[in-house]
């Protein structure tokens, strides 16, 4: 064995997860064109529907309602490009299988693809509601931040464990990535209610677009940052369990999916030979 | 201990592909053919062969990447199929023209990444980078961005990926591939200062470079269609080719060259072309026979240049094998 001292077990799967977080997070300082990309452009769309409320006369929660759905949007636009379509993009450096012979096993590296990617989407996602806010006067009625930052918390974890699921399930479909990802852009903007209250589109349609945690996180916040005015999908506390039920669910799916893409690899060769 | 680092018994691997005008019947195509082969631990190891006959198939199997079909393989006494992760503790893998890291890294932050992959501490990972840096070279590029490496620089910054973890066992895929000369003598340099260190280190190369295979290798083998032709020291392949004499002749352009076989005494012949001259390499059954084919280039009317008696090379081992010269056997590769 190696002479050189090693972490092994939950210790290396710490450092492995950070090595891996690493340039999520410095890529964001080095590259600052996403700035323009990843903020500014989301916050013209987002404008666009607020001038829409404005001229229909909407009540001004709604302008709330639309800067809230753009912030979100960066986390479902990181999921899908940074999550679910990376593992594409590190096939095709040769990243994948290094990673896939690594001991510490892959686990960490999507582990750290999540915190890295969400660290970043973060701060993009406070700038977008920053200015929007700013821009547009809008002001928020917070009156339980405890379980806001709860129901953020299982929301953000069950939406990485779909784009971890979505990793797998794109390399294993062999489809270009970006085709993949494009198809689950705008259908999810309109199904998950990110420019208006999911509930406008029926209580049934809105029920299976939650399959999307962003849908319930989105309705659920909604209502404790506009309290007695959002028209609900659920009650806070239903969403929240559904949402930690999503969670659990995406999380053993992505396991699944893990395994049998990495069974897949070894199997037939076709995640790292190109027959 | 287990003194075998690699052993492989009957070793299978096939693909199914898909129907295409390069296999119509779209028949499983098998890369390895029943490879039986046993490397020691300490030994530097060479795979060589030409593209598609199998090379990177065994490399990929070894390092736990592929199941193989059917046959066994173990790496470090453990079985790649059921022990695969006790095995990728004990290995590391570099690539030829390999892309991997992330380009907006620094190559020291880049090597850093990786040293975390295996849990190594980031101070003592950090002093190492640095020292294997020094040692290839690359120590004042630390902080150039991945990037903006040349091909090169990338594959020196590379190999110390592979050596960070200091591996029992190093397999390199064709680690000099599209390297210029200087950086593929550093790099030859370098893997062979590192397996001397340490006689618990092993090295599985593969490659389709001759020379390369002769300097560096305690023992090669030739595969040729998934299977091992040959296993033996360069040496001792060199000897199988006993029997002939081998001269290099330059010349003036040849139109052909099927009348040296013709020849009396000349039993094969080859020829490149390069710098406008053709360079024969031929082999006879005495050093009597290259006055006919000197004869014979006098009566076409062609200056000679040149004429050099050698000693066999693997090319020639592997001329006498597998019937071709190394690149033509590439040119009829599988894809």
């Known amino acids: 064995m190696s002479e050189i001292a090693r972490a092994r077990g939950l210790r290396r799967v710490v450092r492995a997860t950070l090595g891996r977080a690493y340039p999520r997070i410095i890529g964001a300082n080095r590259e600052r064109s996403w700035l323009f990309y990843d903020t500014v452009l989301p916050l013209l769309g987002t404008i666009a529907f607020v001038y829409v409320y404005k001229a229909l006369g909407a009540p001004d929660r709604f302008v709330g309602y639309v800067i809230m759905g753009g912030a979100t949007m960066a986390f479902w636009m990181n999921v899908m490009w940074n999550m679910a379509a990376q593992f594409y993009w590190d096939k095709q450096g040769g990243n994948l299988e290094l990673y896939m012979v690594l001991p510490c096993g892959i686990v960490p590296i999507l582990l750290g693809m999540s915190i890295g990617g969400f660290v970043g989407t973060l701060v993009r996602a406070a700038a977008i509601i920053v200015i929007g806010s700013v821009l547009f006067h809008v002001t928020y009625a917070i009156t339980q931040l405890p379980l806001f930052l709860l129901i953020f918390a299982v929301g953000i974890i069950a939406l990485y464990g779909l784009g971890v699921t979505f990793a797998s399930v794109f390399l294993m479909w062999g489809r270009e990535a970006w085709h993949m990802a494009e198809l689950f852009m705008e259908p999810v903007f309109l199904a998950s209610g990110f420019y208006f209250p999911v509930r406008a589109l029926g209580f049934w349609v809105g029920m299976g677009t939650s399959i999307i945690p962003l849908t319930l996180a989105l309705d659920a916040m909604r209502q404790l940052l506009f309290p007695g005015s959002h028209p609900a999908l659920l009650p806070v506390r239903a969403e929240l369990g559904a949402l930690v039920g999503l969670a659990v669910m995406f999380m053993l799916v992505a396991r699944w999916s893990l395994r049998k893409m990495e069974y897949l690899a070894r199997r037939e060769g076709r995640l790292s030979l190109r027959f | ?335």
Not at chain 2, 39 to 64: D, Q, S, Y
Not at chain 2, 292 to 311: C, Y
């Open chain 2, 1 to 335: 201990m287990n003194e075998l680092a690699i052993e492989t018994r009957d070793l299978v691997r096939t693909y199914r592909i898909r129907k295409s005008p390069t296999n119509p019947s779209g028949a499983p195509v098998v890369a390895l053919d029943g490879v039986t082969l046993d490397i020691p631990r300490g030994e530097f190891f060479g795979l060589l062969g030409p593209n598609g006959a199998g090379k990177t198939t065994f490399i990929k199997v070894l390092v736990t990447l592929l199941l193989p079909t059917s046959g066994s393989a173990h790496v470090a006494g453990l079985d790649v199929v059921g022990q695969a992760q006790q095995v990728r503790e004990r290995i590391s893998m570099v690539s030829g023209g390999e892309h991997s890291g992330y380009g907006l890294l620094t190559v020291r932050e880049q090597l850093w990444m990786f040293s975390q992959f295996y849990g190594l501490p980031t101070r003592p990972a950090l002093a190492r980078i640095d020292e294997l840096l020094r040692i290839v070279g690359l120590y004042e590029e630390r902080s150039r961005r991945v990037s903006a490496l040349s091909t090169g620089m990338r594959q020196k910054m590379n190999m110390v990926r592979g050596l960070l973890p200091d591996p029992d066992i190093l397999f390199l895929d064709e680690p000099t591939v599209g390297l210029d000369v200087e950086a593929a003598r550093d790099v030859r340099a370098y893997i062979k200062e590192w397996i001397h260190a340490n006689s618990r280190r092993t090295i599985l190369l593969t490659t389709h470079y001759m020379h390369e295979a002769e300097e560096l290798c305690d023992r090669v083998a030739i595969i040729h269609k998934g299977r091992i032709v040959a296993c033996d020291t360069p040496a001792a392949l060199r000897r199988r080719t006993a029997g002939g004499t081998y001269f290099v002749l330059t010349t003036e352009p040849l139109d052909g060259i099927a009348w040296v076989s013709g020849v009396p005494g000349v039993q094969r012949a080859d020829a490149r072309v390069t710098d406008g001259r053709t360079e024969l390499r031929l082999q006879v059954a005495d050093d009597g026979a290259i006055a006919g084919v000197v004869k014979a280039l006098a009566d076409r009317e062609r200056r000679i240049f040149s004429l050099q008696k050698i000693e066999p090379s693997l090319e020639d081992v592997f001329v006498q094998i597998v019937g071709r010269r190394l690149e033509e056997a590439d040119e009829g590769g599988r894809p």
